[in-house]
């Protein structure tokens, strides 16, 4: 392999770390924002 497809593999996988990352928080998100939603008086 070469050092550019080396350098390139490195950078694609820290790229997939911080988007499964912000994946995980945008999940936690959504979770937290539909329970507040759940629990408001007048809502479905």
Same mark, same amino acid.
């Not at 820290?14 to 007048?42: H, I, T, W």
């Given at each position: 392999?070469?050092?550019?497809?080396?350098?390139?593999?490195?950078?694609?996988?820290?790229?997939? !770390?911080? %988007?499964? /990352?912000?994946? !995980?928080? %945008?999940v /936690?998100?959504? !979770?937290?924002?539909a329970a507040?939603q759940?629990?408001?008086?007048?809502?479905l």
């Amino acid at each position: 392999m070469e050092a550019a497809e080396r350098d390139e593999l490195l950078r694609l996988r820290r790229q997939v !770390a911080e %988007l499964e /990352k912000d994946n !995980a928080f %945008l999940v /936690k998100a959504s !979770a937290y924002f539909a329970a507040m939603q759940k629990n408001r008086p007048g809502s479905l």
